[in-house]
């Protein structure tokens, strides 16, 4: 398995899976959500109120797919992150929920290639160090992790970029 980090547009990765820090009403909001929604087009919106309407939308730490739409990817798998609280509302072990959902659902649906944003960084307001670490310990933990050829990180700033970088040469 390869894991690669890079600085980019995740909506112009072509991979089987990019993943959407979503919000739990699944329907699209700021960010990489709002980004991923745009350039998708109506036929993630579609299959995201399918979804609300079997279930109540997605709950913090879970995921769910859909279909990528006008993405150059498969699908798209939403995940919905925590609001940093300083710690205190077990933020960490839900932001590991997040990437182990993920990383289930793309081995039940025989993804090979996923491309991962910084979950809960941006406006959940998440610290970057901490949330890299978590992806990065997340994905070389998963016990399925050999049935998925290459994960990438991308990252949307110089600052994450760096933190990613040093954090993956830490743990080679």
Known sequence: ???EIIKTDITEIQVDAIVN??????LG?????????????????????????????CKVG??????AGNLPSKYVIHTVGPVW?????????????????VLELAVENNIKTIAFPGISTGIYRFPKNK???????SVKDFD?????????????????????????????
């Not at 820090?21 to 699944?26: F, G, I, M, P, V």
């Not at 949330?131 to 310990?137: L, Q």
């Not at 992790?145 to 949307?156: A, G, N, Q, T, W």
Request: with cysteine.
């Open 144 to 172: 399925k992790i050999l049935e998925i050829d290459k994960i990438i990180f991308v990252c949307f700033d110089e600052e994450s970029f760096e933190i990613y970088t040093s954090l993956l040469e830490k743990k080679l």
């Open 21 to 26: 820090a979503a919000n739990t009403s699944l």
């Open 1 to 3: 398995m390869e894991i």
């Open 62 to 67: 879970d995921a769910v797919i859909t279909t």
């Open 29 to 57: 909001g700021g960010g990489v959500d709002g980004a991923i929604h745009r350039k998708g087009g109506k036929a993630i919106l579609d299959e995201c109120v399918q979804i609300r309407n079997k279930q109540g939308g």
């Open 131 to 137: 949330a890299a670490a978590i992806a990065i310990g």
């Open 85 to 101: 609280n300083n710690g205190k509302s077990h933020e960490e072990e839900l932001l590991q929920s997040c990437y182990l959902r």
